[in-house]
């Protein structure tokens, strides 16, 4: 069964081979992805390496019985919502009581019935994936009103602070002090506008309306334009931003995105730069059909633990730039998603005061 995008996978544990090729018939007839196993100790394993959509459970198994598995499993805070169906000839009610009591939250008698067995296990995977939709638009709607409580309310109560101060002391500052606080406005304006662009973006693609509309690029355009956008947050700390790949080098991207993946990178490498450091911006063929983007910097860089949480929504991944810049992690989360949507994936390379590497593949070529 294809849910979305999604094909689930449904892990069946039986030591009886025939079970595990009738239920396996079934499900996969239903196009499930189905992964047999014939006992409890292995289907512990197997659960730790990829994490079913559901559990088809015998009770009766050899030196573990489905009712120690299922315990076993619930009691992994990873693995704990995984439903379990038991599987099992035993039909006395104290025995469905039992299983139900371990953690499952259905029981199948044997001999099975296909309808039965389509019927109950379709109800539980879609209550299940529904389940994971909703925990993630809570995450979502958290992290939405997370910003705008703190992030945004930050970086707008100075920018509120530093206005009553032109306008009820200008008249006693000098000119040179009028343009130093008037240079502290146009950054903080500038923040603010890629804080609400980042929002708003987050906001439309949580709702489906960003639009996906891939079309040849040539990459020299799309960075040049991407560099300007940064260009005066980097004159302002001094941070070079060099380039360097194949002239004609094209891609196949929806523009918008790959200028808000760009940007954001970018953004990312000065706000986290020290002043005088340099920033590059590299690209190369990664195979035939695939080109490999590069944004380093050398600056503060991040621990193993922050560079795994990064792309976690659920994360508190904001911290401020090396000149007091806002950020609020989302942009990292806006350039996975769209690297996602083009079909690349992004990696991080980064140490404690070494910088970091953001590095992610789209198609595209070098062309001769």
């Not at 394993?45 to 198994?61: A, G, N, T």
């Not at 499993?73 to 039992?98: C, G, H």
Request: aromatic share 6%; glycine share 8%.
């Amino acid at each position: 069964m294809v849910t979305g995008h999604h094909t689930a996978n449904i892990l069946i544990v039986d030591d009886i081979p025939a079970n595990l090729q009738v239920l396996g018939a079934i499900l996969k007839s239903e196009g499930y992805k189905v992964r047999p196993v014939p006992n409890g100790a292995l289907a512990l394993q197997v659960v730790e390496k990829e994490k079913p959509d559901l559990i088809l459970l015998d009770i009766m198994m050899p030196d573990m019985d489905g009712y120690e598995v299922c315990r076993r499993i619930k009691a992994n805070p990873f693995l704990s919502d995984i439903p379990i169906i038991f599987i099992s000839a035993l039909n006395e009610t104290n025995d469905v009581v039992k299983a139900l009591k371990s953690g499952g939250v259905d029981y199948v008698t044997k001999p099975f019935q296909a309808e039965e067995v389509t019927a109950r296990v379709n109800t539980h995977v879609k209550l299940y994936q529904q389940s994971i939709e909703l925990q993630k638009l809570n995450i979502t709607k958290d992290k939405f009103f997370s910003i705008i409580a703190h992030d945004l309310r930050g970086p707008m109560g100075g920018f509120k602070g530093m206005t009553e101060l032109l306008a009820e002391h200008m008249s006693n500052m000098t000119m040179a002090e009028v343009q130093e606080h008037l240079g502290t406005l146009r950054d903080s304006s500038s923040n603010l506008f890629r804080l609400l662009e980042n929002l708003l973006q987050w906001a439309r693609l949580q709702q489906g309306s960003v639009p996906f509309d891939p079309e040849p690029i040539q990459l020299s355009l799309i960075i040049k334009d991407s560099i300007e956008l940064i260009q005066e947050s980097a004159k302002h700390k001094g941070i070079e931003i060099t380039k360097d790949f194949p002239p004609q080098t094209k891609v196949l991207a929806d523009n918008n995105m790959l200028q808000t993946i760009l940007r954001n990178l970018l953004s990312n490498a000065v706000k986290f730069s020290s002043a005088g450091e340099k920033v590059s911006i590299t690209a190369k063929a990664a195979d035939d059909k695939n080109i490999e983007i590069s944004v380093k910097d050398s600056g503060i860089g991040m621990n193993q633990q922050m560079v795994d949480n990064l792309f976690k929504l659920d994360a508190r991944n904001g911290r401020p730039g090396t000149d007091g810049e806002p950020s609020t992690g989302l942009g990292l989360l806006l350039c996975k998603e769209f690297i996602e949507t083009h079909g690349g994936k992004i990696r991080v390379e980064s140490e404690v005061n070494q910088g970091s590497v953001f590095t992610f593949t789209i198609q595209g070529s070098v062309e001769p």
